[in-house]
């Protein structure tokens, strides 16, 4: 109480008084290396409103989004259909989280998500997509009384503990250990998953339909055959569709590109409640759900203490509306096939870009080693200091001088992943096209090159300083 009488919290008043300290609030009380790898790469904007595939910094600047929080917008930034049910569900006042009841969101969400993947039987809703990975973890294991998990090298699953043994990269490991004993195996290579699945006590292979490092895809027919080895083995299919899922590769699941593909357990999260509330999911078969929970006592052995909130709940159902009565699915497919067949077409007239891949709106475009001598020597010198710097220089003025953000596919890798919010239209796709194009010219010396590669040349003296923030702006 003042003399004025009760004071409630004003978000309005907050961000107006302390907005502007938004960096040095981060770099005093939270993760420290992010304001200062903000900083270094001059990514440090500030960013006032958002709508759809677009932001506006302070000064009325409109920017594109092509990375769509890590690829959680997929209808979008403040879609109202998502805006509108979560402002009802929050008038309703429900009785939420009593824990001794059972709400209708949850099972009205459940059954509508179950209806994209009909051999699939019961959900367990979580609040993220590691918290989904581990969760099917467990359920193998306990499902098939077997130990130990297969994954693909490269492979990005998450970085909790246990979806952590099974990541593929080392960077992400380092410091951690010990963790589960997993195994990992290259994408592609049946024989050596024959051979791990040989030895009798693997209960399952998680893998990600298209990986999200380097934007890689399963090779055709590779997911079916390895079905096939698992069930001769009593091992389960698991498929991670974090990131792929949701419509963002062209059809509601990337395993639904190769046909006859039923895994026994889907993992899904990001864009599922459309940016707003955390949600993750886990989709399984029957018979693994009645093992896990196999009595009244163990009601409760995996729980989530705000899985199934009506928020995540209603968000996830609002979302599902908007992908049907927008058509989002047939709109990726159609768009990403618009957009990468735009880059593809600039393969053979830029040295420097060597690939362009993916599915719908998940896309890839590759750097490598050109031919001409000056570009040559000029290449040897960012791999010199450290592999990845070349992706780095073209997501730098993308943004600085076009307004559009990207990201690095990985730490160490030249190549840049698109996985922008599903809803872009060919005006969007236009705009990326052409930015990318006039960077393209500045990097072969039809352009503004100096300027680039003198940013190059500042990449490369950050890189040589001891624990460098360049190259950290990848994803995951």
Request: aromatic share 8%.
């Amino acid at each position: 109480m003042t003399a004025d009488g009760p004071q409630g919290f004003d978000l309005g008043k907050l961000l107006a008084e302390r907005g502007g300290e938004r960096y040095e609030l981060h770099a005093k009380h939270l993760n420290h290396q992010l304001p200062r790898m903000l900083h270094t790469i001059g990514f440090d904007k500030t960013y006032e409103r958002a709508e759809g595939a677009h932001f506006w910094d302070a000064d009325g600047n409109d920017y594109l989004d092509m990375l769509a929080g890590f690829g959680v917008m997929g209808v979008g930034r403040h879609h109202p259909v998502v805006r509108k049910a979560l402002h009802d569900v929050l008038d309703a006042q429900l009785a939420d989280l009593t824990r001794f009841d059972c709400q209708p969101l949850p099972g009205l969400f459940a059954e509508k998500l179950l209806s994209y993947a009909p051999h699939l039987d019961r959900v367990f809703f979580g609040n993220s997509g590691t918290e989904a990975v581990e969760t099917a973890l467990k359920f193998a294991r306990y499902a098939t009384g077997k130990p130990r998990i297969l994954y693909c090298t490269h492979a990005f699953h998450g970085l909790t503990t246990g979806s952590l043994s099974v990541n593929g990269e080392d960077g992400f490991r380092d410091g951690f250990a010990p963790l589960l004993p997993d195994t990992e195996i290259a994408m592609g290579d049946l024989a050596a998953l024959e051979r791990e699945l040989a030895r009798g006590d693997v209960a399952g292979f998680v893998i990600e339909p298209i990986q999200g490092k380097g934007v890689h895809e399963t090779p055709p027919g590779y997911l079916r055959a390895a079905q096939e080895l698992l069930r001769r083995h009593k091992a389960l299919l698991i498929a991670d569709e974090v990131q792929t899922g949701i419509g963002r590769t062209g059809d509601f699941f990337a395993y639904q590109h190769e046909e006859g593909v039923e895994p026994d357990l889907v993992c899904v999260a990001k864009s599922l409640s459309g940016g707003y509330v955390p949600v993750g999911a886990t989709l399984g078969k029957d018979w693994i759900f009645k093992k896990v929970y196999s009595s009244m006592d163990r009601v409760l052995v995996h729980s989530a203490s705000f899985g199934s909130n009506a928020q995540a709940m209603v968000a996830g159902l609002a979302v599902l509306s908007v992908m049907e009565d927008e058509q989002i699915v047939a709109r990726a497919r159609h768009t990403g096939d618009l957009l990468r067949g735009r880059l593809a077409a600039l393969v053979d007239k830029c040295e420097l870009l060597h690939d362009v891949r993916g599915r719908g709106l998940m896309i890839g475009i590759e750097f490598g080693k050109p031919k001409s001598l000056g570009l040559r020597s000029r290449w040897a010198m960012l791999q010199a200091a450290r592999k990845g710097l070349f992706a780095q220089m073209v997501v730098v003025p993308l943004l600085q001088k076009h307004r559009i953000l990207t990201q690095v596919s990985g730490d160490h890798l030249e190549v840049i992943k698109l996985i922008p919010p599903l809803i872009i239209d060919e005006a969007d796709v236009d705009r990326f096209v052409d930015a990318f194009a006039a960077v393209m010219d500045d990097a072969h010396g039809n352009g503004d090159s100096g300027l680039m590669w003198d940013f190059g040349r500042t990449l490369v003296k950050s890189a040589l300083r001891p624990n460098s923030p360049s190259g950290a702006a990848s994803s995951v």
